[in-house]
């Protein structure tokens, strides 16, 4: 309920800043309104992610080739006192995990470190692959023996001591003055390591700065591939049939897809659905369903939508938690899902790109 009222708030002010001229007198209040909404999902996202039901798609990643790309931005978020120092490993092994649980990782860790220095200091990253034993194993229960990823984190900061170090994965514990700090940063990371099976240890004394190692269960070896493309359009003049009992956001998706150049057919409820994809005389090439509504739910919806539209794409999306909607928080393979709250360019961008991807298999003859 509460990423649905934050769908409709979010929606409706970015709708709102798009359509009033520019030097508005409402533009800066509106745009402050949008901002808070976005934090609010932020936050509810950072307490799904700990609790390990934020619905993830996860995929092959060389961390290297991850990390690199994001040391501008870790650099920016750090500031100019403090030196980042990147020592990535030769040959790494690949992990299987969702590319932006990485980005929360890093900008999470970072923020941290930099937050616990004071004046000039240093953040270093490092990769390296490294075998568990059953020895290790034993010392460690949450431990599989195996091949892992380590990513370790360091930072010259203040350090902490033995009873910080037994809170710092709790949510909401913070050292920082209030205002200052949510207490999630450490949560979420602990979260999203837990949920891709992985392992974390903490290494830190007083004065002598701290390091986060990180464990990830090697993955399958990557593939090399050609490079997909999918152009950043996004506007189209497909057919959409758009399913959700919640009033608000039915206005609000119709809305946003219309304005985007899409013919929008939408229903408050599935049945309503069936009746209109069994009427509806031309093609209808996409489906946008909430997963999770009175009687019938998406996924039922999708079945029977299936056997009479062959070509329909299909696209969930779902306040709800991952264990509602996904088996242990993990997407089938080839199911396109949206988390509410989402934005109007995460929408058009995830429906394009799903159309897209229709597209390039049609023209293959698949």
């Known amino acids: ?42 936050l509810t996202r950072q307490l799904l ?43 790494l092994w690949s992990v299987n995990i969702d590319p932006s649980q990485i980005d929360q990782i890093m900008a999470n860790l970072c923020v941290n470190a930099r937050d616990v220095i004071t004046g000039a200091g240093r953040i270093s990253i490092e990769t390296h692959n490294v075998t568990l034993d059953n020895t290790y194993s034993a010392s460690h229960p949450d431990c ?32 920082k003055e209030v205002g200052h700090g949510t207490g999630l940063g450490l949560a979420t990371v602990f979260g999203i390591v837990k949920q891709n099976r992985g392992l974390i240890n903490v290494y830190s004394e007083p004065n002598q700065g701290t390091t986060f190692k990180l464990y990830f269960p090697r993955g399958e070896d990557l593939v090399p591939t050609a490079a997909e493309t999918i152009h950043a359009v996004e506007t189209g003049t497909e057919t959409v049939l758009l ?29 309503r659905a069936l009746e209109i994809a069994a009427q509806h005389p031309g093609p209808i090439h996409l489906l946008i369903t909430d997963v999770v509504m009175p009687g019938m739910n998406g996924k ?14 299909f696209l969930f ?7 509602i909607i996904a088996h242990h928080g993990v997407l089938d393979e080839g199911v396109e899902f949206i988390q509410k709250p989402f934005t109007i360019q995460s929408l058009t961008e995830k429906v394009r790109m799903v159309l897209q991807q229709e597209t390039k298999k049609s023209s293959n003859g698949k």
């Open 317 to 323: 999306m779902s306040g709800y938690t991952a264990d």
């Open 300 to 313: 039922a919806l999708r079945e029977q939508l299936k056997t009479t539209r062959k070509e329909m794409k």
């Open 144 to 175: 599989l023996p195996g091949d892992y990823v380590r990513l370790s984190v360091s930072d010259s900061g203040h350090g902490m001591d033995g009873e910080t170090l037994e809170h710092i994965f709790e949510p909401f514990f913070t050292t």
């Open 49 to 91: 992610t700990f609790a390990r039901k934020q619905a993830i798609t996860p995929r092959a990643l060389d961390l290297n080739q991850v990390i690199a790309g994001m040391l501008k931005l870790l650099s920016r978020l750090i500031g100019e006192n403090i030196s980042l120092t990147w020592l990535p490993s030769p040959n």
């Open 243 to 271: 399913v959700e009992d919640e009033e608000l956001i039915l206005k609000l998706g119709k809305r946003i897809l219309a304005q985007h150049g899409y013919n929008v057919l939408t229903a408050s409820l599935p049945e």
């Open 1 to 42: 309920d509460f990423n649905n009222m934050l769908q409709v708030i979010l929606g409706n002010a970015s709708l709102a800043l798009l359509e009033l001229p520019p030097g508005s007198p409402l533009n800066e209040n509106i745009a402050e309104i949008e901002k808070a909404a976005r934090r609010s999902a932020d």
